[in-house]
C-alpha cells in the first residue's frame, strides 16, 4: 500500500467530491492531486466555493471522497469505517474552525483536556501536558473560564491549544482568523506558526487572508474544484 | 399481590437498574459532559422533571389509593369468617351447589387437632374455625327472603369474624345454653321495669289500647327496652347474627324470633327458630343482604348433621400466607389427608372483581401516563439535540465515535430518569403524608357491590413496591424517551453539523 510516500504525511490522489442538490449534481472538487511534506506550514487559498473546505474536511477523515484515492503517512484512509474514522481522528488530526468550536459546558481546561482523555491518557499526565499548553498559549489564568467568558481570540487560543495538545500529525485550520479582528487574527496567526516551528506538526490552513499566504511555506491554489497552481514560499 | 412477587420485581427492577447504571455511569467524561449539560439547560431539565414528577408522582398517589382500597376489601374479606386458608374434602370446590353438602368434613376436631399441634403452622396462625355451609328461607313478620348461611363456631368467633361491623347487639358468643326466643319475653327485669302498668302482650285489650294512650312510652317499650334487654341478654344456643340488609328487608330487631327453614340431609324440610342477638355489616352487600350466622350445634340441629364445610384458618398477618399455606400443603401431604385446600383469593370474588377492575384502570392509566411522559421527554429532547448540533459535530470531529454521542444523550435521559424517579417518590409519599395525616384522608362512597362507604388513605409510606414501581418507570420513560434524540444525534453528517449556526 505505502507508495512513494516517504516524507509526505498527506496525499491525494485525483480525488473527487459531488454533492447532490436535488436533481442537480454539485462537483465541489474535480480530480484534485495534492502533497503534503510533514511539517510544513501549508495553505489552501481561493475564492469561496472554490473547495477549500471539502479538501479540508476529506484530509481530517470528516467526509469521504466520491472518487480518488487519500494516504495519511502513507495508509489510504478511505476504506476505514466510521468507528476506525473517529479513532484516526483523535490520534492524528487536530483541527481548528472559523468558529471555534469549543464544548459550551466545559472550561478551557476541560475542553483542552478531552483531547487527551480520548487517547485514554491518565488524568496526572493530562493535567501536566494541558497546563504546559496553557501557559505556551498564554492562557494560564484562564484554565477554569468556560468559552462564554472568553473574548474571540482567547477562544480560538483554546481552540488551537486543544488541537495541538494531543501532538497530533497535522492540524487542520478552516479560515481560522475569519471572525476575529485583524490585529487578533494577526497573533493567532504568529501563534500558529511558532507552534508549527516548536512542535514540528503540518499545518493545513485554508484562508484568504494574504497575511496567512504571505507566511505558509506552501500553497495551494484552488478554482472551482481544481487545483491550479502550487508553490513554495521562500 | 404475593409477597414473592413483591419481591420479585422489586429485585429485578434493581438488577436491571444496576445494569442499566454501570452502562450509563460508567464512562466518566460521557457522564461529566452529560452532567453538564443537565446543568445547564436548566429549562429543560426543570420542565422534564415536572413532567415526571407530575405524571409519577400522580400515578403514585393513585396506586397508593387502589392499594388501599383493595387492601380494606382484603382484610375486612379475610376476617369476615374466610380466614386466609381453607381446606376442604377433596372434591368439594369442583362439586356443583347442591352436591357439596356430599363432601363435607366428617371428622374436623381430628384434622384441626393437626394442624394445631404443628409447631411451624402455629407460629402463623391466629385462629382456626370450621363452619357448615347452609342456604334456604328465613321468615318472621310474616315475611321470608332466601338466607346464605354458616354454621359457624362460638368459641373462635370473635378472632374469625373480627371484620363484621356489629352495627346493632352482640357478637356470638361460646355457650351450651339454650334458651327457646318465647321464654325471652317474659323476664323479671321486663316486668320490674313496667311494674304498677299494665303489661302489654298480657291481655288482648290493654295491648291495643296502651299505644294509643301512651306513644312515647311505646316507643321506649318497642324500641329500647326489649332492644336493650336483648343486647345484654345471656348468650344462647339459638342466637344469630343477621346481616344488615336482611334485617332490613325482614323489619327485624333485636330480641325477635324468626324462622330459618332448610331442607336436611333427607331431603326433608326442617324449621327452627331463631333469636337476633346481633346485626352485622360486612363489605359486600349480597353479603349483608343474605347472611345468617348461628352456632355450630344448632346449625347442625338445623341440617339434621354433625360435620362441616370447611376449615378456615385465620393467619396473624396476610403476609405470612405463602409460608403458611405451604405449610398447610406439605401437612395434607405428609398426613395422607383426603383434604383440598384453597386461600382466601380464590374465595373472594368481589375482591377478585374489585382488584381487576383497579389494576385494569391502573394500567391503562399508567400506560397513557407514561405514553404522555415519554413523548414529553422525547419532544424536549429531540430539541436538545438540534441546539446542540454544533457541539455534536465538534465531539464526532475531534473523535468520538457514533456510539459514544448515542451513549451521551442516553446518558443524559437516564440520568435525568433517576432524577425524576427519586423526586417523584419524594412529592408522592410528601403528598400522601400530606392527605392522610393532615387532610385525613378523603370520604368516599361505597363502591359499587359493597355496603360501606369509606375514608380513602394513600397507601405510599410502608408501600415500597409502589416506590420501586414509580421509580423504575420514571426511569424507563426517560431512557425510552431518549433513544430516538440519541440515534438522530449520532447520526448527523459531522461536515454539516460542525459549521451549523
Ligand atoms: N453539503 C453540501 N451540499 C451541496 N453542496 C456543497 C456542500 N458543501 C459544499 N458544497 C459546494 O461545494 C463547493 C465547494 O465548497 P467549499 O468546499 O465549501 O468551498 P470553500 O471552502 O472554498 O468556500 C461549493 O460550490 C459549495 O456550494
Ligand atoms: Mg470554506
Known sequence: MPQDSSNYVVELKDVTKKYQLGKTEVHALRGVSLAIAKGEFTTLVGESGSGKTTTLDIIGGLGKPSTGKLFIDGEDITVYNDKRLAYFRRKNIGFIFQTFNLIEVYTAYENIAHSLQLLKMPEKEI??????????????????????????????????????????????ADEPTANLDSETGANILKLMQQLNKDLGATFIVATHSAQVVQVAKRVFKLRDGALIDSYTNK | MLETQKEFMITVSCIILLILTTIFLFNRSILVLAARNIIKN?????????????????????????????????????????GHIQVYQKGYRAAAMPDKINFNIPNYREIVGIFESDAELKKYVKGM????????????????????????????????????????GKPLEHTDVFVKPEQKELTNEFEEMFEG??????????????????????????????????????????????????????????????????STKSGALNALDINVRGVILGVETSYNDTIVKIPMQYAWKLMGREDVSKICILLHKTEFLDLAYRRVQELVKEKNLNLETSTWVEEARMYQKVSSLLHDIFGSISFIIVLVVTFSIANAMMMSVMERTREIGTLRALGNTKNEILRLFMTEGFVI?????????????????????????????????????????????????????TFNLAVFAAFISSILPAKKASNMEIVESIRYV
Not at chain 1, 150 to 159: P, T
Request: one cysteine or more.
Open chain 1, 127 to 172: 493535567k501536566k501536558q494541558v497546563y504546559d499548553i496553557m501557559e505556551k498559549i498564554g492562557l494560564g489564568k484562564f484554565i477554569n473560564h468556560r468559552p462564554n467568558e472568553l473574548s474571540g481570540g482567547q477562544r480560538q487560543r483554546v481552540a488551537i491549544a486543544r488541537a495541538l495538545v494531543k501532538n497530533p500529525k497535522i492540524i487542520i
Open chain 2, 42 to 82: 436548566k429549562r429543560r431539565t426543570f420542565i422534564l422533571l415536572c413532567v415526571i414528577v407530575s405524571g409519577l408522582a400522580g400515578l403514585m398517589l393513585f396506586f397508593g389509593f387502589a392499594d388501599d382500597s383493595l387492601h380494606g376489601l382484603r382484610e375486612a374479606t379475610i376476617s369476615s369468617g374466610l
Open chain 2, 129 to 168: 374455625a370450621a363452619d357448615l355451609d347452609m342456604s334456604g328461607l328465613i321468615a318472621g313478620h310474616g315475611k321470608s327472603t332466601v338466607f346464605v348461611g354458616k354454621g359457624v363456631d362460638t368459641q373462635n368467633f370473635k378472632v374469625m369474624n373480627a371484620g363484621d361491623e356489629i352495627t346493632e
Open chain 2, 197 to 262: 302498668f299494665p303489661v302489654p302482650g298480657q291481655d288482648g285489650a290493654e295491648k291495643k289500647d296502651a299505644p294509643k294512650d301512651d306513644k312515647p312510652k311505646q316507643e321506649i317499650w318497642k324500641d329500647s327496652t326489649i332492644e336493650k334487654r336483648a343486647a345484654n341478654a345471656e348468650a344462647a344456643m339459638d342466637d344469630a347474627l343477621l346481616g344488615d340488609g336482611l334485617k332490613n328487608a325482614l323489619n327485624a330487631k333485636l330480641g325477635d324470633a324468626l324462622t330459618l327453614v332448610v
Open chain 2, 417 to 469: 430518569g433517576l432524577m425524576g424517579g427519586v423526586l417523584s417518590m419524594v412529592v408522592g409519599i410528601a403528598i400522601s403524608i400530606f392527605m392522610n395525616d393532615v387532610v385525613g384522608g378523603i370520604p368516599m362512597a361505597p363502591p359499587p357491590g359493597t355496603s360501606k362507604a369509606f375514608i380513602a388513605h394513600f397507601r405510599v409510606v410502608n408501600n415500597p413496591l409502589i416506590w420501586c414501581i
